[in-house]
C-alpha cells in the first residue's frame, strides 16, 4: 500500500472541490446545454488529469500502485458508460431539458463522491477483518456479469420505491422553476421535477456502486487508490455523459464487454487464495477489452454505412416506419408556461 500523509489527502480533497466550485459557481452558473465540442474538450481533459494523476502516483508510489490505479480507473470509467445511457434513460422519462442536465449531473456526482467513500471504507474494512466476504465480492461480480451477458434491461425509472417514497414525504409539481429543486407554495414545500430526477439518478449510482467497488477492491485494497480512481473517473462522467448519450443504439458490444469484464474481476476473486493475478495483467486485459469493443463497433458502423450506400441505389427504398416513443412528448413545462384557463402553479420562492 502506499503510505498517504495526511497533507495528501487534504491536497486532493481541495482540488477535487476546487474543480467543483468552478464548474459550478463559474462554468456553468446558468442554466444553458452543453455543446458537443465543450463535452468533448471536457471529456479529452479528464481522461489527461486522470492519466496524469497515475502517472504522479508512478513516480510517488511505485509501479505497483500506479498499475493498481490504472486499473481501477479503466473499470471505473468503462462501468460508468453504462451509467451514461441509464442517466439518458432517466433525463428522457421526465423529460428534463437538456439546459438542465448538467445541474442534475453536477448534483449527483458530488452525491455520489460522498456515496462511494462510504462504500470503498466499508468494503476495505469487512475485507481486512473478515476475509471470507471476498467470495461474496465475487459471486455480486458473477451475478452482475451473467446479468449483463442475458441483456438484462434496468428498471424503469417511474417505478422506483424511493421515488414512490419520496412522492409521499414531499409533494413534487410537474412544473419546472429554472434551476430550483424545490418551490414554496403558500405553506407548503413541493419538489420540482429537477429533484425527483436526481434522487433517481443519485439511486442508480447506488446500484451501480455495489458492482463498481467490489471490481476495484479485487486489484487493490489502497483506499487512496481506490477513491482517487473512483473520484476521477466519476468527474469526467457528465462530459463523457453529454458526449455519449444521444449515441447509445451504437455501441451494442458495451454491454456484452463490462459482463467480460466483470466476470474476469469475479474469477480473479473467486481463485485468489489459489492463485494472485499480477497487478499489470488487470489494465491490460481490461484495455484489450475495451480496445475489441471499440473495434467491433467501428466495423459494424462501416456494415451500417454500406447497407445505407447501398438501400440509396435501389429504385425503391422502404418506406421508414413510425415508432412510438411513449411517455411525454416533450419537455418538462416551465412554471407560467401553461395553457391559458389551467390556473396558476406554485410560487417560484424557496
Request: a positive charge.
Amino acid at each position: 500500500m502506499v503510505a498517504v500523509p495526511v497533507w495528501a489527502w487534504v491536497a486532493f480533497v481541495a482540488f477535487v472541490v476546487a474543480m467543483l466550485a468552478l464548474d459550478l459557481f463559474v462554468l456553468h452558473r446558468r442554466a444553458q446545454e452543453v455543446s458537443l465540442k465543450e463535452a468533448a474538450r471536457w471529456t479529452v481533459v479528464w481522461l489527461a488529469i486522470g492519466l496524469g494523476f497515475g502517472g504522479l502516483l508512478w513516480a510517488w508510489g511505485g509501479e505497483s500502485a500506479a498499475q493498481a490505479y490504472l486499473a481501477g480507473y479503466l473499470i471505473e470509467k468503462s462501468l460508468s458508460l453504462d451509467n451514461v445511457f441509464v442517466f439518458a434513460v432517466i433525463f428522457a422519462a421526465f423529460a428534463i431539458p437538456a439546459r438542465y442536465q448538467h445541474r442534475v449531473l453536477m448534483f449527483g456526482i458530488i452525491g455520489a463522491l460522498i456515496m462511494r467513500a462510504a462504500f470503498i471504507v466499508a468494503g476495505v474494512t469487512l475485507l481486512e477483518a473478515f476475509h471470507p466476504v471476498i467470495y461474496v465480492f465475487g459471486a455480486v461480480l458473477l451475478y452482475a456479469a451473467v446479468k449483463m451477458v442475458r441483456g438484462g434491461q434496468h428498471a424503469r425509472p417511474e417505478d422506483s420505491r424511493v421515488l414512490r417514497a419520496l412522492r409521499g414525504i414531499l409533494p413534487a409539481t410537474e412544473d419546472l422553476h429554472g434551476q430550483r429543486f424545490v418551490v414554496r407554495d403558500g405553506g407548503r414545500v413541493l419538489a420540482t421535477p429537477l429533484l425527483v430526477t436526481l434522487v433517481v439518478v443519485e439511486v442508480t449510482d447506488l446500484i451501480f456502486a455495489v458492482d463498481s467497488i467490489p471490481a476495484i477492491l479485487a486489484v487493490t485494497t489502497d483506499t487512496f487508490v481506490v477513491y482517487t480512481s473512483n473520484v476521477f473517473a466519476l468527474l469526467g462522467m457528465r462530459a463523457l455523459y453529454f458526449l455519449l448519450a444521444g449515441a447509445a443504439a451504437r455501441f451494442r458490444y458495451l454491454r456484452p464487454g463490462l459482463a467480460v469484464i466483470l466476470a474476469a474481476v469475479a474469477v480473479k476473486l473467486l481463485t485468489a487464495d489459489l492463485y494472485e493475478v499480477p497487478v499489470w495483467a488487470s489494465p491490460a486485459f481490461i484495455a484489450a477489452v475495451l480496445a475489441a469493443v471499440a473495434i467491433l463497433t467501428m466495423r459494424d458502423r462501416r456494415r451500417g454505412a454500406r447497407t445505407a450506400r447501398t438501400q440509396d441505389r435501389s429504385p425503391m427504398p422502404p418506406r421508414p416506419v413510425p415508432i412510438s416513443t411513449g411517455g411525454r412528448s416533450g419537455p418538462a413545462r416551465e412554471a407560467g408556461s401553461r395553457s391559458p384557463g389551467s390556473g396558476r402553479g406554485p410560487g417560484s420562492s424557496g
